[in-house]
Each structure stands twice: as C-alpha cells, then as structure tokens.
C-alpha cells in the first residue's frame, strides 16, 4: 500500500492542497485524480489533515475517484473513528453515476466541482447514515 510518507510525488501533491493559489490547489487535484488508485490511500490520510482546505480537496479527489476509492474508504469507514467519518462523509457525496461506472478521464470542469462541492457541503459528517454509505459502496 502507498503511503504519503513513502512516495514524495503524492506527498508534495497532498500539500499542494492547501497551497494559496488556487490553480495550484487545482492542478494538485486533478493530478492525484491521474494518479488513481496509487493515490487513494495517501488521499484517505489526507482527510485527517487539521487543515480543512486540505481535508476538502481531498474529498473531492477521493469523489472524482470514485469507484475507484470506494473499497478503500469502506475500509477506513469501517474501522471507526474520526477517519472513519470522513471517509462516510466522502462516500455519501459520491454521485451514483460516479459509484456505478467511474469518471470518464478528461472530465473535468466547474459544473463538475461545483456538484461535488454542493454534496460535500450538504453533507457534513455528523449527519450521513452508516447504512447510506453503506449502499453507496456497494452499488447495485
């Protein structure tokens, strides 16, 4: 399993997240997002960073990711804590489109990050039902 510690590409990504410029911000995303599955556990990490800039970035990632992060983020889920609803908060905003049959490569753009930003927002931690994110991961 990559680690944050053990690969600096995805290290030196991850704290681009909080990078003042926000194209910056925007490339480190959508970099770690080309990086695929190598970047998921290292994203997951990322989401217990103090910095929220850097939490939600890398929710969006992990969303953008999606059926590629899902078995990964279930596991963190399921082993509880802070991390663990984090990872809950990440899958309940996965469109289902997303979940069902990933993210076409090149699809990027505002309306895009804007519809993940909308379910990341409306979905805060301490609000999601295990059971919903339970049906998330494991699509039907």
């Not at 911000?25 to 190598?38: E, I, K, P, T």
């Not at 929220?52 to 889920?77: D, F, H, Y």
């Not at 663990?84 to 309940?92: F, H, I, K, T």
């Amino acid at each position: 399993m990559h680690s944050i510690h053990n690969d600096p590409t995805i290290a030196s990504l991850i704290s681009a997240l909080n990078n003042r410029c926000e194209e910056l911000r925007q490339f480190a995303v959508r970099r770690l997002v080309n990086l695929g599955a190598a970047a998921v556990p290292g994203l997951i990490q990322a989401l217990n960073s103090p910095l929220e800039q850097v939490r939600k970035n890398a929710a969006i990632a992990l969303v953008t990711l999606g059926p590629i992060a899902t078995s990964e983020l279930t596991a963190a889920m399921n082993e509880g804590g802070e991390q663990g609803r984090r990872a809950e908060w990440v899958l309940s905003a996965m469109p289902a489109e997303a979940r069902a049959s990933g993210v076409r490569r090149g699809l990027w753009c505002d309306s895009w990050l804007t519809q993940i930003r909308r379910r990341l927002d409306s979905n805060s931690p301490s609000t999601v039902r295990l059971s919903h994110c339970v049906a998330l991961a494991n699509p039907a």
